[in-house]
């Protein structure tokens, strides 16, 4: 069974860091696309940062710097390092998949795949990030 689990998520303080971890079983991360999202209160989800089967990645222009997003492929799983964290980062995190064997890639900048070219969404783990 294909499921993409979430996990790593917590409350920091401002200025923190956070590494949220994405087990993607039963699906390959060798060659398609992944991304994380996230959705605060009273928002519409967001990208965050994708990276595509070859490790190319883009960022949104808000976690520029701040936010590295990663794949283990022998171990089918998706990272985010998530440093200088600040408040208005306070949301529910998503992982997202694309189909398999999608050889997308991205231009290394800061755009994402849409949200409707994934096929895959994990449950998403809670960020919270205070004053």
């Known amino acids: 069974q294909v499921q993409l689990v979430e996990s790593g998520g917590g409350s920091v303080q401002a200025g923190g860091s956070l590494r949220l971890s994405c087990a993607a079983s039963g699906y390959p991360t060798t060659n398609t696309f992944m991304a994380w999202f996230r959705q605060a209160p009273g928002k519409e989800r967001e990208g965050v940062a994708a990276?595509?089967?070859?490790?190319?990645?883009a960022y949104d222009n808000s976690v520029k710097g701040r936010f590295t997003i990663s794949k283990d492929n022998a171990k089918s799983t998706l990272f985010l390092q998530m440093n200088s964290l600040k408040p208005e980062d306070t949301a529910i995190y998503y992982c997202a998949a694309g189909p398999a064997k999608s050889y997308l890639r991205l231009d290394g900048g800061s755009r994402l795949p849409p949200q409707p070219a994934y096929i895959r969404w994990g449950q998403g783990t809670q960020v919270t990030v205070s004053a």
């Open positions: 990276i595509d089967y070859a490790g190319t990645t």
